[in-house]
């Protein structure tokens, strides 16, 4: 058993993270400052330490770190238009983050970080998520780093779980262009599990976690449609006119799910190194459709939606 904490606990990664480490035995400590989230943790997970804090303050979150065997540094700044609260979340947060680990001298940590680093796209998530990996590569604790692709899973809130819900609220739903954009979905219970397995072993370098299924983002929510039952329409429209919607959406909703700088980077052709990460990290991949009804349709966590 290990004393493992994780940072943005309770966001997507760190939610299907937690089961997964408290059923293999580990002692979990979770911080996360959105109040109505880290609640849900604390209700789903009583067994678990939660602590309500914003990292990019100091304060007494940092005795957490104590006797810590292995730190999650995963809080980030995923979506919306602030550019202040990119920085916070994912600079300042992070190197307060590295400084009470150095402090309490933790002796492991993993940094999930993001395969927009390596993108071409450029936006105000891939300008702090770099600067974010550069600060947890700089660390003298010795550290493993993970660049997902895009993910899905229980509890997603601003990707495929916000869309599969819009699907129950509207008869038609709006595809930019052909939507013939690539795409590599992958599964955050895949991740969670090369997470654990790494926290077991103490594996140490930088890895690109990718789906290793390929599809493009029509398909993609056409076999979300038919997983979950629903009688919406799918409705291509011309790319500049879903991004004059998305920036007359902005204007409207201060956090909107998606946004144009998303819109932009989700059409840019490019797809991302596919390694032997099952073969790597001992972690069985879960076929697409299998993971995508595993999301939405799990009796235990599928209808539990975290706020925005």
């Given at each position: 058993m290990k004393t493992v904490l994780v940072t943005g606990a309770a966001g997507l990664v760190g939610q299907n993270l937690i089961p997964r480490l408290t059923a293999r035995g580990h002692r979990v400590i979770g911080i996360d400052k959105h109040p109505t989230n880290t609640a849900r943790l604390a209700a789903l997970h009583p067994d678990v330490k939660v602590i309500e804090a914003d990292l990019a303050q100091p304060g007494a979150w940092s005795e957490a770190f104590?006797?810590?065997?292995?730190?999650?540094?995963?809080?980030?700044?995923?979506?919306?238009?602030?550019?202040?609260?990119?920085?916070?979340?994912n600079i300042t947060a992070t190197e307060r983050v590295l400084a009470a680990a150095s402090a309490a001298e933790v002796p492991w940590l993993v940094h999930v970080s993001s395969s927009v680093v390596n993108s071409k796209a450029d936006d105000l998530y891939v300008e702090t998520k770099t600067a974010q990996e550069a600060l947890a590569a700089a660390s003298q604790i010795p550290h493993l780093i993970l660049r997902p692709t895009l993910m899905f899973g229980w509890f997603d809130r601003k990707h495929l779980g916000w869309l599969r819900r819009f699907m129950d609220r509207s008869p038609v739903f709006p595809i930019p262009g052909a939507g013939r954009f690539r795409r590599q979905p992958l599964y955050a219970g895949d991740f969670a599990g090369i997470v654990a397995s790494a926290i077991e072993t103490g594996a140490t370098g930088a890895y690109d976690i990718s789906g290793r299924q390929e599809i493009d983002y029509i398909d993609l929510i056409a076999l979300i449609r038919r997983i979950v039952g629903a009688k919406t329409r799918l409705a291509p429209i011309p790319y500049r006119l879903f991004w004059a919607l998305l920036w007359l959406h902005a204007r409207l909703d201060r956090d909107p799910p998606f946004t144009t700088h998303q819109l932009e980077a989700l059409v840019v052709p490019e797809v991302f190194p596919v390694i032997d990460w099952p073969a790597i990290f001992g972690v069985p991949e879960t076929p697409l459709e299998t993971a995508l009804t595993e999301t939405f349709l799990d009796p235990r966590y599928s209808q539990v939606v975290l706020d925005f």
């Open positions: 104590a006797g810590v065997d292995a730190l999650v540094l995963n809080q980030a700044q995923i979506g919306g238009l602030d550019r202040a609260a990119f920085v916070a979340n």
